[in-house]
């Protein structure tokens, strides 16, 4: 235990950049998923068919084939059929995350719309709203609130597979874990403090998460306690069920 | 810009990731059941008089939920170095799965009416028996599709289990590949395979959702 605890501190250098690649690789990872996720969702309620069709294959294509073999595909593949020029690692993790997590995101928009009263729409054309003005002064104001508890689980679904990026020698968290087990045998400590960084992490984004729906449903003049800012998430997997 | 296929190269990789398929199906359905059974096992306990049940049993699976499989799995394989990685895997997936799937079945007990509860008090019958002829029936027809969606992500995430040497699907593509220095078929068909074979059961979960009046 001392020697993992000495060398831990004596590199806490590595530790804080490995900390921070896990966070850029989750932070840019969700939001590319964020913007696939609004993209595809809406794309899916389009009246042609053409539109209806893309969004649903590209959704069923990264839901079907797994995570990890998108990675790979993108981290050994696509180099070999465009040798001109060398995709960065992290970014191979950051397209894969993306992609993957915003086809789950885009059922969780795709749903939290359809749950909106159809009256609300009617009523926003009996106005005469244009489109884009029933969707963002009607539509959305209602369906947000409803989006965030199921992309906050995809949010730590995300961070958790982020130590994935150590199979694509990226510098991230778990490779300088790894690498600090390596050097002291002590694989206890080493993975339990691994384990409980992790746990920390996914807390903090689920209470940042929390504030985030508080938020949305105060505008919409529904207010949480702040018992209800400490829960934690339901745990289970959007977009898998439904 | 080319795309370097050669169905000759898929033809030989083909059977070896078939072969590894084979694993990736068991590692799936004992992982599953494993999952199926302690999730049950754990929202049971979770619903426990006494707090010094509750809170534990709490702690440890919103831990076991909140943290990552990869590091789990080579976690668990350094405790246990003498056993089989497939055996330890496969206990791995499902312990982790059950974090979710205790979940379900809680989600599926709070639906059961309390009107149920108290018609079982009434009847003064025994804490097992309320739970095994009037709570669990009905809590567990509703959680069947949400277990069958879970099977499904299971399937998905078994090529984590090649990080820990078992040879699933993935990992002889990976091998070939490094043995080869070509990886484009055998990564492909293997993403292939994942997605031929875990889309027509969603759509069987969907259906199966629908006859139950999801």
């Known amino acids: 235990m001392g020697d993992f605890l000495t060398a831990f501190l004596d590199n806490m250098p590595d530790v804080r950049s490995g900390l921070w690649t896990t966070l850029q690789a989750t932070l840019y990872g969700a939001a590319l998923a964020f913007v696939l996720s609004f993209l595809l969702g809406l794309m899916s309620g389009s009246r042609l068919l053409p539109v209806r069709g893309v969004s649903r294959v590209f959704v069923e294509f990264f839901r079907g084939t797994s995570l990890y073999v998108q990675l790979f595909w993108l981290y050994y593949v696509l180099p070999t059929i465009n040798t001109d020029y060398e995709i960065e690692p992290l970014l191979c993790g950051v397209l894969a995350f993306g992609m993957n997590y915003g086809a789950y995101g885009s059922e969780v928009v795709r749903g939290a719309l359809g749950a909106v009263p159809k009256a609300q729409r009617e009523a926003a054309i009996a106005l005469n709203m244009t489109p884009f003005q029933r969707l963002r002064r009607v539509v959305l104001p209602q369906a947000w609130p409803q989006m965030i508890p199921p992309f906050a689980n995809l949010l730590i679904q995300l961070l958790k597979c982020t130590p994935l990026l150590w199979l694509i020698s990226v510098q991230d968290l778990m490779t300088v874990m790894e690498q600090l087990r390596d050097r002291t045998g002590e694989t206890v400590p080493a993975y339990l403090t691994l384990l409980v960084i992790f746990f920390v992490l996914a807390y903090a984004l689920t209470m940042l998460m929390n504030m985030l729906e508080a938020a949305a449903k105060a505008r919409l003049g529904q207010h949480t306690s702040a018992r209800g800012l400490l829960r934690s998430r339901s745990g289970q997997i959007a977009g898998v069920d439904r | ?214």
């Not at chain 2, 006494?50 to 709490?58: F, G, Y």
């Open chain 2, 1 to 214: 810009m080319t795309f370097d296929w050669s169905w000759e190269r898929a033809q030989e990789v083909l059977p070896l990731l078939l072969e590894g398929f084979k694993i990736t199906l068991l590692a799936t359905v004992f992982g599953i059941a494993l999952a199926a059974a302690l999730g049950l096992a754990v929202a049971v306990a979770g619903r426990a008089p006494s707090r010094l049940v509750r809170a534990p049993v709490r702690a440890v699976t919103e831990f076991v939920r909140s943290t990552p499989l990869v590091v789990q799995l080579v976690f668990a394989v350094a405790l246990f170095p003498g056993t089989d990685p497939l055996y330890v895997g496969t206990a791995v997936l499902g312990i982790h799965y059950a974090g979710y799937t205790s979940e379900v079945y809680r989600a599926g007990i709070d639906a059961v009416p309390r009107g149920q509860w108290e018609a079982c008090t009434a009847l003064s019958m025994s804490g097992r028996r309320t739970w095994q002829a009037v709570i669990l029936p009905q809590a567990i027809r509703n959680v069947l599709p949400a277990l069958g969606n879970y099977a499904i992500s299971m399937f998905k995430e078994t090529p984590f289990l090649a990080i820990i040497t078992v040879s699933e699907m993935v990992r002889q593509a990976r091998e070939y590949g490094a043995e080869h220095f070509y990886y484009t078929e055998a990564f492909t068909l293997a993403g292939l395979i994942f997605l031929a074979a875990s889309y027509p059961t969603s759509l069987l979960v969907r259906s199966l959702e629908k006859r139950l009046g999801h």
